[in-house]
């Protein structure tokens, strides 16, 4: 029933490690994301990917590599961890990428977080 | 640049009319959305303007005016589940970039 999942919910670690958070869409949808909501509850999007491709690439660092087998699937994967990647990662697909009828709409339905902590 | 710029918190009272402004500059524009994002869940989703006008539903209206680069969010009838923070975001001329603005935390007192 689960229509944006993410593991794991809750990933503690010690800096310098490397890491993977999973993500899976149920609905369908063509486009997903990774955001990042920091401490002060920012939502920043960091990738978005449509299709298996990468349409957007924010100011991330190279650190951060997005990985989408399918386009149900979109995987973030982390190197040498830092103590300032400590937030909360949230998945989230949407079920156009640009233009429908004129207007572009794109309703996101999110995972339900991961909550990574760097230690 | 692009900025969404939205109050901090706000107070209203249970039964009460609470407006939440949002106020957004970005590179092009596609459209304005608001979520609400209960402590330690994600976002859902609230409304979409994107033409000038009221969106009304239910309890919830949103209002944009493009000219102005602005938007409201309108809560009626506040009820206790309704404290939550609320998220302003636009979507960019490509129709792909949400830009979130910080969000409003919202308190709704008995």
């Known amino acids: 029933d689960t229509a944006v999942s993410q593991t794991p919910k809750y990933l503690v670690t010690q800096m310098g490690n490397d890491k993977s958070i999973k993500c899976e869409q149920n609905?369908?949808?063509?486009?997903m994301y990774w955001y990042k909501q920091d401490s002060k509850k920012f939502l920043k999007i960091m990738f978005s990917?449509?299709?298996?491709?990468?349409?957007i690439n924010e100011t991330v660092p190279n650190r951060f590599s997005p990985k989408s087998p399918d386009k149900a699937h979109l995987n973030l994967h982390i190197n040498s961890l830092e103590l300032g990647d400590s937030a909360v990662y949230f998945c989230?697909?949407?079920?156009?990428?640009?233009?429908?009828?004129?207007?572009?709409?794109?309703?996101?339905?999110f995972g339900p977080g991961t909550r990574l902590t760097v230690l | 640049g692009q900025n969404i710029d939205q109050p901090t918190e706000m107070t209203a009272t249970e039964g009460a009319i609470v407006q939440i402004n949002c106020t957004y500059q970005?590179?092009?524009?596609?459209?304005l959305f608001w979520y609400q994002q209960h402590a330690g869940e994600a976002p859902t989703f609230l409304s979409y303007?994107?033409?000038?006008g009221l969106e009304e539903k239910g309890r919830f209206s949103s209002f944009l005016s493009r000219s102005k680069g602005y938007s409201y969010l309108l809560l009626k009838e506040l009820q206790m589940k309704d404290s939550a923070s609320y998220l302003c975001?636009?979507?960019?001329?490509?129709?792909?970039?949400?830009?979130f603005g910080p969000g409003t935390r919202l308190s709704v007192l008995p």
């Open positions: 989230a697909s949407s079920p156009y990428s640009g233009r429908a009828a004129g207007f572009s709409y794109n309703e996101q339905f």
């Open positions: 609905l369908g949808h063509d486009t």
């Open positions: 990917y449509n299709n298996k491709e990468l349409i």
């Open positions: 970005t590179s092009g524009f596609n459209g």
């Open positions: 303007n994107v033409l000038d």
């Open positions: 975001a636009a979507l960019d001329n490509y129709g792909q970039n949400f830009v």
